[in-house]
């Protein structure tokens, strides 16, 4: 998912600029594979030794998507319009 990033010559950071809408890779499967990573990266982390993190995983879970995911989704709608929305409908959030 980075390389494709860099490949299509579009930010990664917010307040980089978006010049195109990656589709192919693991865009394909998810809209946010590299979320998806992180967060089970998150969870292999959270489950040894005392299982806390798991009570505190569905927290990261809204962290990501409140704060990450729902305002890159309004983003990329603005920016992309109607081929943005039908990527949306092609392609689920995470799997």
Excluded: C, K
């Amino acid at each position: 998912a980075l390389w494709l990033f860099g490949r299509h010559r579009t930010g990664l950071l917010p307040g980089q600029p978006t010049s195109a809408m990656i589709e192919s890779g693991p865009y394909r499967h998810s809209r946010n594979p590299l979320y998806v990573g992180m967060l089970a990266l998150y969870l292999g982390l959270a489950l040894p030794p005392d299982g806390l993190g798991l009570v505190l995983f569905p927290v990261a879970v809204l962290l990501v998507l409140w704060g990450a995911i729902r305002p890159e989704e309004r983003f990329l709608h603005e920016r992309f319009g109607a081929p943005y929305d039908d990527y949306t409908r092609r392609v689920r959030r995470w799997l």
